[in-house]
Structures are given as structure tokens and as C-alpha cells.
């Protein structure tokens, strides 16, 4: 499974210079000395932005458009809710802790400052951004030994998290979301207020998009231990409406947010998923 | 609505089964653990409720099978209306013709009122006229002309056998069936009560109504000889008795003249005096009968309505003792010593034996012996074999007894059979008494027989009586027209001790008496008897009868191959049979017949109704009421419901199974 992530870090050398450039943009744009494209001459355009030397052959205005190379700090939120637990053969807290991997193993090849925080209902390990040496160690050995734990709460950890990002970055979420969705965004919508640039993991096992029941069951919740007798029927008719209509609601609310927001199922490939999620926001930039 | 087999409807019981495993039976769930019950509704009872619902759609499936399924094997069924109009017509007009018809002015008044009936015929009436005695003969073909029907009417006479009225219904069941037509019956007879057999088999066809005439007086009192006992062979006349029982029905206390006739000469007289509705006997003794076959008659006299009961004809033949050829071995004379004594000791067989060494047979003329006894034979000469072979081909019989000598050459004499044997002392196991050869000689208690013999019988030959490990004792077979024993033992005391013993003489007197035909002989048979004529189609030489008329009762043909010949008639016949014997047969009707009382009215209403007078005149239109059975449609509806539970109980499987 590395060894296909690794192979999106060929496709971030080669097509934005590193992989962390093109998984985030500069909000700097135009500091970078990378030139991106020439854009003509509006009425109210800042000037300094005017190639003067294609004004000067062409007599027409041109604005030169570069892209930035900042490094950026990256975070990872990684959700360690009971919840979590759920899937087989892959459990969606493995397959989560995958993509975390990845995700700072990418970000280590690009120098990019990486930090990670596991939480529940409360921030259970937190790995200060950097970059310094050994920084990837402590992020994948804070990865291994996260423990699933008990209830989702987003408010606590981002409220935590907030002192923590004092300067701009891109916060990757990764959790399954069984929370109302505007409640998720309204939680995690002043990390994009303060200029950072956020991407919802949204990571669920394929048997809790389209439950299969043979006959009635009494499901228990993992979280709260409750217990509910339900018929194949409901979950084969109205459960399935349900989710479909929760992940509608994520991929909208999350759009007028304007944060990012990407489904994985764990039956798919994480590298075909990654691949595709960063196919997308480069199509995007 | 009814059941035809209502004790089916308990497999009604069935249905709890069914009403256990999904009503009662306690559904166990396992706690299934799921990430968030966040759009999980607490839906515990609805979903019970649909479960249940789901369930019952089953479960109703389920019991409607069983349900028709007992429903359908008790046979259900419901009264149906149907028109008979559909059907032609057939008036059937029955004239009784048995022995009691003769009485009085009976048959004279049947056919004058079967006449009145064939008169009162519509012109394009079809109708048939047939006579009832034993059976149903049908005189015409289905008839439009009267003159036809009245000539057979016409032509009918009574006749001397009994009366069936099952066989009547039993056959107009079938005519009804195989003619499709509505028969109206009309059956006239004097209604005798002894003619009426079980009730049930009086039942009539749906369409089929019956209209009785009775014909003579209800109770008329009649005096009959009912039965005479003598023996048909006389040897000693000094030994000669008859016995003869009068009997009286609704009659009063009489006194009669009964005659012994002889060949038309009166042997003795008595008078007797017969109780009312009782029985008499009287009893001639030693009364000289002449030499050969004799006609005998016992008569009682003053005649009364039915005169022709109150003669009882009877066979008689005068003859010399037969002779009984006993072969033996040359050189043992104590061989025949206990056949000979014990067969001799019975007179009433008449039958004497003679003894003779087997080497000196074939100077013999078998054919003046009644049959040969070949006791212990060794090898026999070809000449010998032959002339005994074709002896009881042509007729003859022969006991064969096998002993030491003849285990020697390990091949059964004439019949050929190739036997081996072994020394096992043993009693009788299985003796079969029904068989004539050894009707009432017991089960040879306590004999002991010293050899076993086994050996493959023929096709067609009985065992009649084995020794207790089951090996064959006696053996009847036949060869030709002749019959022969073959006795696994001797008949002294080498191999057994069968002589010293109770059982030994009425062996040797019965199978003696069966050898020599004296089974076939009797001195009076019942009308309607029949006389074998032959034992195989085979047999080329032709067999005759001579009626009571004087006339060959046979054909050409039927002479040369009839095997039967039923003896119809009161009177004497003479019978010539293929295999040469000659005897002479006393015929008497069936003393039931004599019985001239009728059956009550009320039996006979009941008998009316059986058939399709149930039948309600609606509108003009002969409306039946008939069970339609119903099982078929029931079961094709279980058939449906199986096919619709089985799809729902494949779906609802299908989802059990998936996850």
C-alpha cells in the first residue's frame, strides 16, 4: 500500500514540484518565483503585478501570474472513536491510520512541517507540527499506538487544536463522521476562517453505506452501548436513504464551507482513493 | 357438503406443528455490535410486527396446505342435481325362471303379466326381454317390435336352477354402464325369501328404476325330499343304506308315502309323518340293487303345489370289489402283507389287493386294476415303465412308494424326477387334510420316518404332506389323464413305522379311494353343477353326455374339447369322459328353491329405492341427486399453495442467508 502512495509522490515532483505543493495552494500566490500564467489587464488589477516587458512590446497589459513553493504545516486529525472500530477484514481505524501514514510520509518527502492529534471525546496524543529531523518517527509512532477509545466529540479537540495552529496550514479530518453534519462543520469551520485550508476524510466500511441483514437484529451501538432491534427491511430501504442523505448533506455543507470533502470506503485501494482525492483538487488549482 | 373418508380429516392435527415453529417458537438474537445506531430508528416493535406479519403470510400458507391436504384425502364431496333426460330408454322386462317358477301356475302367470308389459309399450319404445336364474340371459337384442318380445316371452319355461337376485342387480349394474341408457326394469318373480342375498348387493345404478311383479301366492306350503345320503358304489347289498330327509316350509303336519325306485322298480315303501315347517327322515337298508349303474329316486307322495321336489334322483352303481395291483420287489414277500391288511380291512372301499413281484408285470393287463402300487421299485424293466406310463396316461393311477431300492437308482419310477436321500429319523411336519388323497387320516402322530428324500417336484405338482424338516412326504402329480402318489417312504416297516401305527389305515383307504376316482363319484349333484370331462385340451378322444332327454347334449366339437359340461337339469345324464370312464350323474335342483315364501313388502320398497327412484320429477325433468367428489379441486389448490409457500419461504430464506 506504501509503495502505491510513494508512487504519488512521483506524480507531485513531477507536475508541482513536490507533493505538498500540489495538495495545497499558496495563498501567497504570486510571491512564488514559479511562473504560472499571464492573465490580461483588468481595471482595478494591482499594477505591480504588470509584466511591463510584454506591455512594452505588445502595448497591451499583462498580468504575470507565478505560483507559490512556501512550505506549509500540515496536521492531522485522526479519529480514535469506538466507532472506528467497526469493518472487517479492514477495520475503519486501520485503514484510517493508512491514510494518516501516508499522509505524513508525503509530507516528510516535501519537507512540509507535519503534527498529528488522535482524540475521542478528548485529544488522547498530540505530535507538535515540524519538521526537524525525526519528526516522522514520532508521527507514525504516534500513529501506531493510537487506541481506539471511546465517543466522538469534535468540539473538545478542535478547540484544542485552535491553540495550537498559530500559523496557516491545511488540517486533514479523518473520521466517520456518524455526527449531524452541520454540527460537524459549524465545529470545524473557524479553522478555515483563520485561513487554514481543511479536508474532510470521510472513512466508512461498505457494510454501514448498504447494511445487509438476514433476518431482524438487535444491533448495539459501539459507542453507547445502546441497543436496537431493527428488520432487514429498514435496513435495506430507509437506513441506506438515510446515509446516502447524511453524505449528501457532509458534501454540501462541507462545500458552502468551501473545505474540502472526500468519501473512502475501506473496500477501495488507499492509494486509487488518494490518487483520485489528489487527481481532483489538482484539476481544481 | 360431505366426507367420504372423514378419519382423514384428523390429520387435521397437523396444523399445530406449524402453529408451534412460528408462533410459539421463541426467536433467538444474537447482539450484532454496529459503529452508530445514528440512523437507526428504535423501530423494536414495528419491526417485530412486520417480522411477524412476514411470518404469518407463511404460516397462513403453511396451514392452508395442511388443511387441504386432509380435506382433500377425506374426500370431500357435495350433492349435484343432473338431468336424465339425456339418456335412452330401455324397458327391461326379467322373467324369473328357476326351479321355484314351477309351482303352480307361477310361470303362466309371469308371462301373461311380462305380456301385459310388452302391450302397454309406446311405439318406439326399446325394450328386451331376459330371464333371471342363477344369471341374467338375455332372450332378445334391444327391441321396437312386440311380436318379438312376446315370442320370447312365449318360449320361456322354468327351469331347475336357483334364483340370484344380487347376480340380477350385479348385472344390471353393468348394463347400465355399458349400455348408457336409462333402464326401466320390470322384474317378475315369484320373490323367493331364500333367493335375497346380502342387502348391499341389491344396490341398483343411478339410472336404473326398478318396478317388481310378484307372481303366486306369498306363503304357499310345500313338501320337498330334501336331501337322500347313500353310497354311490354298492358292492355288498346286504350292506346297502339310505338315508332320506323330507322337510316341510310353512307347511302343516303331514303324512307322506315316501318310495325307494330303483330303475323304475319300487324297492320299499314307509309311510312317515313330517312335523309342521320341520324335517323327517326315514331309512332303507339292505335293498338289493342290480349290477351296473342303477337310477334311483326317492319320491314321497301325495304330491303337493311343487311336484317336482318331491322326487330326489340319485346315482347308483353295483360292481364287484376293484382290484388294487401291489408290485414288489421279487423275493420280499412281506411287503404288501400291511397294505393289504389294512385296505382289506375297510370292505366300504371296495377295493382288493393283489400282490405281485415286479418282474413278473409285464405279463399284466393294468388296465382291469382301479390303480398299481409300486413299493421300493429298483430298476424296472423298459417294457414294464412304459405300460405303466402309458396306463395312467390313459387314466390310470399308481402309488409310488420309494425305499432303499430305489435310492439306488436315485430316479423317481414313471414320474422320472431324480431324488437323493439321506438317513434322518423324523416325524411329519405338514400334512394338508383338505387334499382328497388324505382327507381326514390325521397328521401322523407320532410315526417315524427313517429316510429324507429330497428331490425337485414338477410344474403342476403338490406337496400334500412333508416331514419336519421340510422335505416332501407326499406328492401328487399328473400324468395324462391319470394321477399318481408318490409316497417318500415304504409302505411296511423298512424305512418307517408308519404300518404300526392309527394313522396308517385311513392313509391306505383314502388315498386308496382317491386313487381309484372314487372322489369324482357322487350320488347326486346340485342343477348347475359341473362335470369335468377332461384334465388337458391335449387329450384327443372325444367325451359325450347324455342328457336327461336321451340326447347327446354335446357337439362335435365341444365333444373334443370341451373340458366342463354343466349338468343344467334335473334328471340322470350320462357321462362319457375323454379318459374312458364312464358314470352316470343324478342331477337335483337346489332345495332352496323349495322354499316357496316370499320377501316381505318393506324389503322389497327398500330394494326399489336403491336405484334412481330417488330421483325428484322437477318441471317435467327427471332430476338425480349424485355426490360430486371434490378431492381433485382440493388438491390442486394444495398444489398452488405449496407452490406459492415454497417461493416465499425461498425468500425469506434468501434473506436469512444474506449478509
Redesign the interface.
Known amino acids: 500500500m506504501l509503495a502505491g502512495i510513494s508512487g504519488l509522490d512521483l506524480i507531485a515532483k513531477t507536475v508541482v514540484d513536490g507533493f505538498i505543493a500540489g495538495l495545497h495552494k499558496s495563498p501567497d500566490f504570486g510571491f512564488s518565483q514559479e511562473f504560472a500564467e499571464y492573465r490580461a489587464y483588468t481595471p482595478g488589477d494591482d499594477l505591480r503585478h504588470v509584466d511591463w516587458n510584454v506591455f512594452a512590446r505588445t502595448e497591451r497589459a499583462y498580468l504575470k501570474r507565478y505560483r507559490g513553493e512556501t512550505n506549509t504545516g500540515i496536521m492531522v486529525l485522526l479519529d480514535a472513536s469506538a466507532s472506528m472500530g467497526f469493518g472487517a477484514p479492514v477495520s475503519k481505524f486501520d485503514y484510517a491510520k493508512f491514510l494518516a501514514s501516508a499522509i505524513v510520509y508525503m509530507a516528510h518527502l516535501q519537507r512540509d512541517s507535519a503534527g498529528l492529534i488522535v482524540f475521542d471525546d478528548d485529544v488522547r496524543n498530540f505530535v507538535r507540527p515540524s519538521a526537524r529531523q525525526g519528526q516522522l518517527l514520532r508521527l507514525l509512532h504516534g500513529v501506531d499506538t493510537a487506541q481506539l477509545g471511546k465517543r466522538t466529540n469534535f468540539a473538545r479537540p478542535f478547540f484544542e487544536l485552535q491553540q495550537f495552529l498559530k500559523r496557516r496550514g491545511i488540517t486533514l479530518l479523518i473520521s466517520d463522521f456518524f455526527e449531524d453534519p452541520e454540527k460537524v462543520v459549524d465545529t470545524v469551520i473557524p479553522l478555515r476562517f483563520r485561513g487554514n485550508e481543511l479536508v474532510l476524510f470521510h472513512v466508512l466500511d461498505p457494510a454501514e453505506i448498504e447494511p445487509k441483514l438476514g433476518q431482524a437484529a438487535l444491533l448495539v451501538d459501539m459507542e453507547t452501548d445502546d441497543a436496537i432491534e431493527t428488520s432487514p427491511e429498514y435496513a435495506r430501504v430507509e437506513y441506506r436513504q438515510k446515509m446516502q442523505a447524511h453524505l449528501k448533506a457532509m458534501q454540501t455543507k462541507a462545500q458552502e464551507a468551501g473545505i474540502d470533502y472526500f468519501l473512502l470506503r475501506t473496500d477501495r485501494p488507499l492509494d486509487e482513493g488518494l490518487r483520485e482525492y489528489l487527481t481532483i483538487r489538482q484539476g481544481r488549482m | 357438503m360431505g366426507f367420504l373418508s372423514p378419519w382423514f380429516l384428523a390429520g387435521l392435527a397437523a396444523v399445530t406443528l406449524p402453529l408451534w415453529l412460528h408462533l410459539l417458537r421463541q426467536?433467538k438474537?444474537?447482539?450484532?455490535?454496529?459503529?452508530?445506531?445514528?440512523?437507526?430508528?428504535?423501530?423494536?416493535q414495528?419491526?417485530?410486527r412486520?417480522?411477524r406479519l412476514r411470518y404469518l403470510t407463511l404460516l397462513a400458507l403453511r396451514l392452508a396446505l395442511l388443511i387441504l391436504l386432509a380435506v382433500a384425502f377425506a374426500n370431500p364431496f357435495i350433492n349435484r342435481t343432473t338431468g336424465t333426460t339425456g339418456r335412452r330408454k330401455l324397458t327391461v322386462i326379467v322373467l324369473d325362471r328357476s326351479f321355484s317358477m314351477r309351482a303352480a301356475d307361477r310361470m303362466q302367470q309371469a308371462k301373461a303379466e311380462a305380456g301385459r308389459i310388452a302391450d302397454g309399450l309406446r311405439g318406439q319404445d326399446l325394450a328386451q326381454v331376459m330371464a333371471l336364474d342363477s344369471h341374467l340371459e338375455a332372450l332378445t337384442q334391444y327391441e321396437r317390435n312386440r311380436g318379438v318380445l312376446r315370442a320370447a316371452i312365449a318360449s320361456l319355461g322354468p327351469g331347475d336352477l336357483t334364483s340370484s337376485y344380487g347376480e340380477f342387480a350385479r348385472a344390471l349394474r353393468a348394463m347400465e354402464q355399458t349400455s348408457g341408457m336409462q333402464l326401466e326394469v320390470h322384474l317378475i318373480s315369484d320373490m323367493q325369501r331364500t333367493s335375497l342375498p346380502n342387502f348391499r348387493d341389491l344396490r341398483l345404478g343411478p339410472h336404473t328404476t326398478l318396478a317388481l311383479h310378484p307372481v303366486g301366492k306369498s306363503n304357499t306350503a310345500n313338501w320337498a325330499v330334501e336331501n337322500v345320503v347313500t353310497a354311490p358304489q354298492v358292492y355288498d347289498p346286504k350292506q346297502t343304506r339310505l338315508t332320506a330327509t323330507l322337510s316341510g316350509w310353512h307347511a302343516e303336519a303331514a303324512s307322506k308315502k315316501v318310495s325307494l325306485v330303483i330303475n323304475k322298480h319300487v324297492i320299499g315303501t314307509k309311510e312317515i309323518s313330517v312335523p309342521r315347517d320341520g324335517r323327517a327322515q326315514v331309512e332303507f337298508l339292505a335293498f338289493d340293487v342290480p349290477y351296473g349303474a342303477g337310477r334311483g329316486e326317492v319320491t314321497i307322495e301325495p304330491k303337493d303345489n311343487l311336484p317336482e321336489d318331491d322326487v330326489f334322483r340319485f346315482a347308483v352303481r353295483r360292481e364287484d370289489p376293484r382290484r388294487v395291483l401291489f408290485l414288489y420287489t421279487a423275493g420280499r414277500t412281506n411287503e404288501p402283507y400291511y397294505y393289504k391288511a389294512a385296505m382289506e380291512s375297510s370292505p366300504s372301499t371296495g377295493l382288493t389287493v393283489e400282490a405281485a413281484p415286479l418282474e413278473r408285470a409285464a405279463h399284466q393287463d393294468f388296465s382291469k386294476y382301479a390303480f398299481v402300487v409300486l413299493n421300493n421299485p429298483g430298476e424296472m424293466d423298459k417294457d414294464v415303465a412304459q405300460a405303466l406310463c402309458a396306463y395312467v396316461q390313459k387314466g390310470g393311477a399308481a402309488l409310488i412308494a420309494l425305499g432303499g431300492t430305489s435310492t439306488r437308482t436315485g430316479k423317481i419310477p414313471l414320474a422320472g424326477e431324480r431324488f437323493t436321500s439321506e438317513h434322518v429319523t423324523q416325524g411329519a411336519g405338514y400334512v394338508d387334510e383338505q387334499t382328497p388323497a388324505l382327507a381326514g387320516v390325521g397328521r401322523f402322530q407320532n410315526v417315524q420316518f427313517l429316510e429324507s428324500v429330497q428331490f425337485q417336484p414338477k410344474a403342476g405338482a403338490r406337496i400334500v404332506a412333508k416331514l419336519a424338516d421340510g422335505s416332501p412326504l407326499l406328492v401328487e402329480e399328473r400324468m395324462g389323464e391319470g394321477r399318481m402318489l408318490i409316497f417318500t417312504s415304504t409302505l411296511d416297516n423298512t424305512t418307517n413305522d408308519f404300518p404300526l401305527h392309527a394313522s396308517f389305515l385311513p392313509f391306505v383307504v383314502q388315498s386308496g379311494h382317491y386313487l381309484a376316482g372314487g372322489d369324482e363319484t357322487q350320488s347326486s349333484v346340485v342343477a348347475g353343477t359341473a362335470v369335468a370331462l377332461r384334465r388337458t385340451r391335449e387329450q384327443s378322444a372325444s367325451a359325450d353326455v347324455v342328457g336327461p332327454d336321451g340326447k347327446h347334449a354335446l357337439g362335435i366339437g365341444e365333444a373334443a374339447k370341451a373340458l366342463s359340461f354343466g349338468l343344467l337339469k334335473e334328471g340322470f345324464y350320462e357321462v362319457q369322459r375323454a379318459s374312458g370312464h364312464r358314470s352316470l350323474e343324478a342331477v337335483h335342483a337346489d332345495r332352496r328353491e323349495s322354499d316357496l315364501r316370499q320377501i316381505p313388502a318393506e324389503t322389497l320398497d327398500l330394494w326399489r329405492n336403491t336405484g334412481s327412484s330417488q330421483t325428484a320429477a322437477t318441471g317435467g325433468i327427471e332430476q338425480q341427486t349424485v355426490p360430486w367428489s371434490l378431492w381433485r379441486y382440493v388438491l390442486a389448490v394444495a398444489l398452488a399453495a405449496a407452490i406459492v409457500e415454497s417461493i416465499f419461504a425461498t425468500r425469506y430464506l434468501k434473506?436469512?442467508?444474506?449478509?
Not at chain 2, 438474537?29 to 423494536?44: C, D, G, I, Y
Not at chain 2, 434473506?655 to 449478509?659: K, M, N
Open positions: 426467536y438474537r444474537t447482539p450484532q455490535a454496529f459503529s452508530s445506531l445514528m440512523f437507526f430508528e428504535r423501530r423494536v414495528s419491526s417485530v412486520h417480522r434473506e436469512r442467508q444474506t449478509v
